[in-house]
């Protein structure tokens, strides 16, 4: 294809002109399409009678700089990194600095800190995001049935070996060394002696002395006496508990996640919701219904966070149902002996794989918290996660609380990039081929297709268009070797109530799938879009791969596409320019 046999000034017919759900910090000139627009309009814009003739420019790719490194730094690694935002990294400087080391995703934890604090933070989120021009989508994390044991006396708490304490439902007592008020007042009827309870500082770093084992001695009416079985020091307002293989008798989305959800997240436009303690597909399903009559939140996806042994038992209804898994080793860890671990991890990663939906793995680097370099065997795991399948690394005290946040994601980044290197994707094509067996649904077939021809080809890039994200992410199934461009199609439409366009949560919701880059068209272009507004569109997402530094002079692109009815698979081979 010739640069100069694309249509770069081309009017274009639109359908409409409407609000828009794009919020400005979307429109980012290295990852979104550079639409400029010049548009009149008459009469009703939601008639879709009226035309508005649209003249397309593409500003054009800034002239690179031989002595700077290649500004790739958008698509150094195909895995995505998810950061925990915090007391650490929650001023614009930093949070500018953690995109521009990597991470696409900003998690809010609302075990800790209110709906003020976590809204100042995504403030500067959004701020960071305009700033740097890198896209970000936005996680909230739910509380769910967590066990927690506020400190309100704020001072640290020193347990000792072979002492007692209590833990009590009495929320008025004040924590101290030798009682812990917790937030469950069936904790008495759940638990029994030689059960084991692990109580550590708020996103607890495993092997740190700021989290202790319990040993249940005793059953004291409504409280539970437990026996002190390492020293440590609990520091912080908020400590959680974990009661080893123990059900929990709370609701999922507990009510406060609800009002949280329905205000907070309303307002925020939340792309995903990390729903903590999964146990049952029937928590998700109660999820969805709840987003479901929350405006555009129908369009949230659930992450499925898998934490306890009930979680796994269901691992496979609750994947059915699921948009994505989070593993959440640090939780799972104490519920599983050590030696099972790995396997769970490989066993659910592959599980995800072959359902074509993304799994983020956690707790990868906590000595990162306080040392400015991960152990050997954190940089080890990271590599395993990305060799095993995993499409996201999610950074909790790392980022959060850590002394080193950006340096945490630098590291996270490069150590995927290198394994990536050596993953192994002709054997993972042909597992993942022979496991959807045949015949294969006509899209799925039309995906596959498309990595197989990038790989054939040695393409630089996919470049895909969609507007569900569904072609995106049966492509990202087959885990290509290069990058996919995900050219985001807005769509109209309408809950009875109002007219809006999909496409913001569906661009964005690509940042947790690895391989994934999302660009969005500009909601005034139609989704039903003829085939050369579509090559305009194709030139635009091109030049902006240049621009980024992964398509050069005479490289190989497949495209995938719906021409008239039918979608198709394309090869083009650029010139030099
Ligand atoms: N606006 C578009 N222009 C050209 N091709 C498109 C467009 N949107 C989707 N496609 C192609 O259509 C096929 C179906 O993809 P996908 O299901 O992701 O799209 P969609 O618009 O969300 O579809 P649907 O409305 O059928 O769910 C894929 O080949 C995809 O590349
Ligand atoms: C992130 C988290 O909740 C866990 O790893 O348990
Ligand atoms: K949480
Ligand atoms: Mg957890």
Known sequence: MQASHLLLEEPIRLASILESSTPDELLDDSQILQLQFAFTTTGDPLSGQDRVDVKLSVAPAPPRDPSQPNPKNAFSSMTKIIGTLGPSSRD???????????????????????????????????????????????????????????????????????????????????????????????????????????????????????????????????????????????????????????????????????????????KNSIDFISLSYTRHAEDVRQARLHLSKLGDLYQTQIFAKIENIEGLKHFDEILKEADGIILSRGNLGIDLPPEKVFLFQKAALHKCNMAGKPAIVTRVVDSMTDTPRPTRAEATDVANAVLDGADGILLGAETLRGLYPVETITIVQKICAEAEKVFNQAVFFKKTVKAVGEPMAHLESIASSAVRAGTKVRASVIVVFTSSGRAARLIAKYKPSMPVLVVVIPKLTTNHLRWSFTGAFQARQC???????????????????????????????????????????????????????????????????
């Open 92 to 266: 614009v400087e930093t949070i500018e600095k953690l995109l521009n080391a990597g991470m696409s995703v900003a998690r809010f934890d609302f075990s800790w800190g209110d709906s003020d604090f976590h809204q100042e933070t995504l403030d500067n989120l959004k701020k960071a995001v305009r700033n740097t021009r890198k896209l970000c989508a936005v996680m909230f994390d739910t509380v769910g049935p967590e066990l927690q044991i506020i400190n309100k006396g704020e001072a640290p708490i020193n347990l000792v070996v072979d002492e007692f304490v209590v833990l009590t439902p009495d929320a008025t007592q004040q924590a101290s060394s030798t009682t812990l008020p917790v937030n469950y007042p069936e904790l008495a009827s759940v638990v029994k002696p030689k059960d084991t309870i692990f109580v550590g500082q708020y996103l607890f770093t495993g092997s740190e002395s700021t989290s202790v084992w319990l040993e249940v001695m005793e059953v004291q009416g409504p409280n539970v006496k437990c026996l002190v079985k390492n020293s440590a020091t609990l520091t912080g307002t908020l400590f959680t508990a974990h009661a080893a293989g123990v059900p929990v008798g709370l609701p999922t989305l507990s009510d406060f996640d609800k009002e949280v959800i329905s205000k907070w997240g309303v």
């Open 511 to 577: 940042l947790a799938v690895r391989g994934l880059f999302p660009m969005l068209a500009d909601p005034r272009h139609p989704a039903e879009s003829s085939t050369s507004t579509n090559e305009s569109i194709l030139k635009v997402a091109l030049d902006h791969g240049k621009a980024a530094g992964i398509i050069k002079a005479h490289d190989r692109i497949v495209v995938c596409q719906k021409v008239g009815d039918s979608s198709v698979v394309k090869i083009i081979e650029l010139d030099a320019y």
